[in-house]
């Protein structure tokens, strides 16, 4: 497959609205800082993009070139978005490590993926200690590395990964393609009405398919404004939330519903305008939303696709669609799916069987692990058709339920 320009160009935004804020970080300076304390650090697109470069000529210094693996152990940090868009630039595979794996399950992903490089945060020394893998460099040695120049415009082929994730075990690790991954991030777009006035938090760790792909990437994917904190804490979410008139939260059930319960939420609430919700979600969860009439939409998604499924906005009322309980929607735009029953016979209409997906959105496959493994509970790729495992209802409507 030849080379084509990747759409996802970070560069190319900065061209177009260099001076927009890409992501404000509200991480605090000390550990000692109370909760509900937060500082704004602006980075624009333009100075995310220039660090981004900076990041690619300093890998290329250590050897990084297309086809290569670079691996991330780290908390959320700007420079975690920046080294996704320097690998890109460069045409290596960018595999983020979650820093919440045990000395024991990070050693996982590192059987498969045989990286070329890890880079780790100095604050996750022991968990990296544990890392069968010895080419190893801190985000601070990597800063004092001399450059070398590169080629500016991004560039890669899908004939090599784009980005690898693995499962909340460690495994498995899946991999996807440039174009799927610009693929998720359209759906945000035609789903939800993603734009670039939105003003997003993240309260997942980037190390995950919702938290990179379907939040962090999409929203830079617009042109929006990311809210980005070191860890998750409710107190300094909803205080960052204030400060920067926060448009859209997109969650798991557990940090909707802590946001909710934090006391300076009647003041987070105020701008938002919608809440997408990984479902199924129940009335407990978003009772205190709908109260103030903001919309809010179950969405489903798995780590070999990070959208699969998102309940619909009514156009005429802030309301969705889809109750709660256990729907989770109807398939987003380009991803096919379809329910099969014990002996893989596709069922017609309202049925109840076992859920397979395809489409462009979708990962290529896992790194090097065909086969199935019940203690990894992963799925199977087979003939275009990605096998989930995991059981569902579809109405007359259309609708999916989760069994």
Not at 1 to 18: K, Q
Not at 59 to 85: E, H, P, Q, S, Y
Not at 183 to 195: D, K, Q, S
Not at 349 to 358: F, P, R, W
Request: aromatic share 6%; proline share 6%; glycine share 8%.
């Amino acid at each position: 497959m030849g080379e084509t320009v990747v759409t996802l160009s970070l560069a190319r935004r900065a061209d177009h609205f260099p001076d927009r804020t890409a992501v404000v970080d509200s991480s605090e300076q000390r550990l000692s800082d109370p909760t509900e304390t937060i500082h704004e650090d602006r980075v624009s697109y333009q100075e995310l993009s220039t660090l981004a470069e900076r990041i690619a000529e300093r890998l290329a210094a250590r050897g990084i070139a297309a086809g290569d693996t670079v691996c991330l152990v780290t908390r959320n940090r700007v420079v975690a978005l920046a080294l996704w868009f320097a690998c890109r630039r460069l045409g290596a595979t960018f595999a983020p490590i979650s820093h919440l794996l045990t000395p024991a399950s990070v050693k996982r992903p590192f059987d498969v993926l045989e990286p070329d490089l890890v880079v780790a945060e100095a604050a996750q020394r022991d968990l990296v200690r544990s890392i069968p893998f010895d080419r190893a460099v801190t985000l601070e040695a990597l800063a004092e590395t001399e450059g070398e120049p590169i080629d500016r415009n991004e560039r890669s082929t899908d004939a090599t990964p784009a980005l690898a994730l693995h499962g909340e075990s460690g495994r498995p690790v899946a991999s996807y393609s440039a174009t799927a991954i610009e693929r998720n991030c359209i759906t945000g777009v035609v789903a939800w009405g993603l734009a670039a006035n939105d003003v997003v938090p993240l309260p997942m760790p980037l190390s995950t398919a919702d938290g990179l792909v379907r939040v962090a990437l999409s929203v830079l994917y617009v042109g929006g404004t990311l809210l980005l904190d070191r860890a998750f804490d409710p107190g300094d979410a909803t205080t960052a939330m204030v400060a920067a008139d926060a448009t859209l939260l997109i969650g798991r059930k557990r940090a909707i519903r802590d946001i909710a319960a934090e006391s300076g939420f009647d003041n987070a609430v105020d701008s938002l305008e919608r809440i997408i919700c990984e479902g199924p979600i129940g009335d407990e969860t978003t009772a205190a939303y709908r109260d103030r009439d903001v919309p809010v939409v179950p969405v489903y998604g798995r780590l070999e696709c990070p959208t699969v499924m998102s309940g619909r906005f009514d156009s005429n009322r802030p309301r969705p669609n889809d109750s709660g309980g256990t729907g989770v929607g109807r398939p987003v735009p380009g991803c096919r799916a379809r329910l099969v029953d014990d002996e893989g016979t596709a069922l017609e209409g309202a049925a109840d069987g076992k859920l397979q997906l395809s489409g462009p959105m979708l990962a290529d496959g896992y790194v090097d692990s065909p086969d199935i493994d019940a203690a990894d509970d992963r799925g199977r790729f087979v003939d275009g058709w990605f096998h989930t495992g995991d059981r569902f209802h579809r109405d007359e409507a259309g609708t999916y339920h989760l069994r």
